[in-house]
């Protein structure tokens, strides 16, 4: 039976995988600190030995596998990038709790056999590659064999594009393979709910917000949108290039690139926060990154035979997580909105870990 610890456990995708997979496994403790994630890891996999702050960790139980998917805050693009040094307090700094935890397991001579670590590929570019290099080191210095690579939820037919940083150490001597690419089967639309409330659907003013609407030469690269009501608070989108067809079934989605904007259709997931700045604000049949809060990802669907545009939905985000509904049914009304929306986008895809633990020899 495999021993498990996942530090910075959130809603544990690690052990929701390993289950899936059908890898027998015992969760020997936690580490999660926010209510809210300690509650819905709970309710998803029973009652847990939650050590919470890692900070006041002194040692951990004996265990064959740690996973640390560290936060991301001060990594990420969409962060503060003020990094993980050691004693920068910087949330994502709290890695170097896990070199103390690993410090002290060494000692103990109980060092875990496996380790798995997930972040925002930022953890290996230009800017935080040095810092990387001296976590690998450490981990070499403890005997470890590391690999990593970045994978991403969209070929392991997860329709979300998100890229991630995986590393493994093994103590053993063990030659890993990270999962081969996969088909894309399951699209966006297959995902998402058919009944939604009007509440998740975006407002004209909100779009106007967002939408460039400088005419050039006759030409409006931003969305139009007409209300089916004149007091309706949803947007519906009607028309493209220059005439107002209602029988159109894409909109242009402005982005920054030469050509200036995309077409895009019921059923893909699009940019809203100032498309205009991006690139690559139209994803066929897939969701951008989710992060922690929706709002800057919209979904294109038909209302009422009206090509419009929506947030996604709690349960989708968790669907886009790989979570399933029987799953999702036992957390979805514990939680506000924006508790759900988070606990989802702090995850790793299920489907990306599934894929990754097949690999393991355990
Ligand atoms: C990137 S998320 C990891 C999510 C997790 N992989 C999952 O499957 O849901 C980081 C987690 O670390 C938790 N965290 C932040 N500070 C912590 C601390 N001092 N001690 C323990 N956990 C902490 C956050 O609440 C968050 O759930």
Request: aromatic share 6%; no cysteine; hydrophobic share 25%.
């Given at each position: 039976m495999l021993k498990v610890i996942e530090l910075f456990a959130g809603v544990g995708s690690q052990t929701e995988s390993l289950k899936e997979i059908g890898i027998k496994h015992e969760v020997v403790a936690i580490s999660e600190n926010d209510k809210y994630a300690s509650r819905a890891y709970e309710l998803l996999h029973g009652k847990v030995n939650n050590l919470g702050d890692i900070r006041a960790i002194k040692e951990l139980p004996n265990a064959d596998l740690w996973t640390y998917s560290f936060p991301c805050t001060d990594i990420s693009l969409a962060g503060t990038q003020k990094g993980f040094d050691k004693g920068s307090n910087t949330q994502s700094s709290l890695l170097w709790e896990v070199e103390r935890l690993l410090t002290k397991a060494n000692e103990n001579n109980n060092l875990p056999s496996i380790l798995l670590m997930e972040n925002v590929r930022a953890l290996v570019s230009k800017k935080f590659i040095d810092d990387f290099e001296v976590w690998l080191k450490f981990l070499e210095s403890l005997g470890y064999k590391n690999t990593y690579q970045i994978l991403n939820?969209?070929?392991?037919?997860?329709p979300q594009t998100r890229e991630r940083v995986f590393l493994f150490s093994f103590k053993n001597d063990v030659n890993y393979t990270f999962p081969e690419k996969q088909e894309?089967?399951?699209?966006l639309g297959d995902l998402l709910e058919d009944v939604v409330d009007d509440k998740y659907f975006i407002s004209i003013e909100r779009i106007n917000n967002f939408s460039d609407m400088t005419n050039r030469n006759g030409f409006i690269r931003g969305l139009t949108f007409k209300p089916l009501?004149?007091?309706?608070?949803i947007a519906y989108t009607i028309t493209t290039r220059s005439g107002a067809r209602s029988t159109d079934n894409f909109i242009i989605v402005p982005e920054n690139t030469k050509k200036g904007f995309r077409e895009a259709e019921v059923g893909d997931g699009i940019y809203i926060n100032r498309p205009y700045q991006k690139r690559g604000v139209v994803q066929k049949s897939k969701i951008p990154t989710l992060k922690t809060t929706p709002n800057d990802l919209g979904v294109i669907v038909n209302k009422d035979d009206l090509i419009s545009l929506r947030k996604i939905t709690p349960r989708e985000a968790w669907r886009l997580m790989g979570w399933k509904d029987s799953r999702i049914d036992l957390v979805i009304n514990e939680f506000s909105d924006a508790q759900l929306y988070k606990m989802a986008g702090n995850g790793i895809v299920i489907n990306v870990l599934k894929e990754m633990f097949k690999k393991i020899e355990i």
């Open positions: 939820a969209k070929n392991y037919n997860t894309l089967l399951v699209k009501e004149k007091t309706s608070p």
